[in-house]
């Protein structure tokens, strides 16, 4: 597939990382951690559509510094969820599949990014995403969900099944058809208990709708967010660990 871009989700304020700045901008071996997954994902999209909010001019500056190939960037005006964020972006969509991202993941590789891309290819799919097997109950990840031949992803503050029976989580990082996106985006429904619009509910659409959906085993180790000082520590000991490029 020639025809992919990519959106960034990077309006977040990150409250629980508790710093006062955003951690997208907070250096991480000596290169801001919004850079990293930008990096990994730039050799696999044609552009890249960058959703800011909390702190945007940092966000922005730290992105143009970077040097990086066909950045654009929009504004999250109020904090609504990754399906909100990702329909402020509409204006900039053009390619065939977009490439929805987190932007806070700095151990992502350009391989599991491919890997992706051809699954999604191969299965014809609306919509393919990431999953890590993953157990721990503290974790914040969704909860990859399959029941009564239906598959959803659950928000963790909505999860109160078994981890034991449901141990996959969802990475934040999705390949989706354009036109299911068109058409599927404005029929997410707004949370009732956090007012949040989830891009996660497009594998729940799709499901009902019997669409092909993909799905990426990967590595935890590949896919960690950033979501806390505790985190960020322990990624940050990863790419020291393994001499991960900057």
Same mark, same amino acid.
């Given at each position: 597939?020639?025809? &992919?871009?990519?959106?960034?989700?990077?309006?977040?304020?990150?409250?629980?990382?508790?710093?006062?700045?955003?951690?997208?901008?907070?250096?991480?071996?000596?290169?801001?951690?919004?850079?990293?997954?930008?990096?990994?994902?730039?050799?696999?999209?044609?552009?890249?559509?960058?959703?800011?909010?909390?702190? @945007?001019?940092?966000?922005?500056?730290?992105?143009?510094?970077?040097? $990086?190939?066909?950045?654009?960037?929009?504004?999250?005006?109020?904090?609504?969820?990754?399906?909100?964020?990702?329909?402020?972006?509409?204006?900039?969509?053009? =390619? *065939?599949?977009?490439?929805?991202?987190?932007?806070?993941?700095?151990? /992502?590789?350009? *391989?599991?990014?491919?890997?992706?891309?051809?699954?999604?290819?191969?299965?014809? =799919?609306? &919509?393919?995403?990431?999953?890590?097997?993953?157990?721990?109950?503290?974790?914040?990840?969704?909860?990859?969900?399959?029941?009564?031949?239906? $598959?959803?992803?659950?928000?963790? @503050? +909505?999860?109160?099944?078994?981890?034991?029976? +449901?141990?996959?989580?969802?990475?934040?990082?999705?390949? &989706?058809?354009?036109?299911?996106?068109?058409?599927?985006?404005?029929?997410?429904?707004?949370?009732?208990? !956090?007012?949040?619009?989830?891009?996660? *509910?497009?594998?729940?659409?799709?499901?009902?709708? @019997?669409?092909?959906?993909?799905?990426?085993?990967?590595?935890? *180790? !590949?896919?960690?967010? /950033?979501?806390?000082?505790?985190?960020?520590?322990? /990624?940050?000991?990863?790419?020291?660990? +393994?001499?991960?490029?900057?």
């Amino acid at each position: 597939m020639n025809s &992919i871009q990519a959106i960034v989700l990077a309006a977040g304020q990150g409250s629980r990382f508790n710093r006062g700045i955003s951690k997208l901008v907070t250096p991480l071996c000596g290169q801001p951690l919004i850079v990293y997954p930008l990096k990994a994902i730039a050799p696999c999209v044609t552009s890249t559509t960058v959703v800011v909010g909390f702190q @945007k001019e940092a966000v922005q500056q730290c992105i143009i510094s970077a040097l $990086l190939p066909s950045i654009t960037f929009v504004e999250q005006q109020e904090q609504l969820g990754t399906g909100h964020a990702v329909l402020c972006s509409r204006q900039h969509w053009h =390619a *065939d599949h977009l490439l929805i991202i987190n932007g806070d993941m700095p151990l /992502v590789t350009q *391989d599991v990014v491919q890997q992706l891309c051809q699954l999604h290819e191969n299965e014809q =799919a609306a &919509i393919s995403f990431v999953v890590a097997h993953h157990t721990d109950p503290t974790s914040a990840y969704g909860r990859i969900v399959r029941d009564n031949n239906r $598959l959803r992803i659950v928000e963790k @503050k +909505h999860f109160s099944a078994s981890i034991t029976d +449901h141990p996959y989580i969802n990475a934040g990082i999705y390949l &989706i058809n354009r036109i299911f996106l068109e058409q599927s985006l404005p029929h997410v429904q707004q949370n009732s208990s !956090t007012h949040e619009f989830y891009i996660t *509910d497009l594998v729940e659409i799709a499901s009902a709708s @019997k669409l092909p959906i993909a799905m990426l085993p990967a590595c935890y *180790d !590949t896919i960690r967010g /950033v979501n806390t000082l505790q985190e960020f520590a322990a /990624v940050e000991e990863i790419v020291r660990t +393994h001499c991960i490029q900057t």
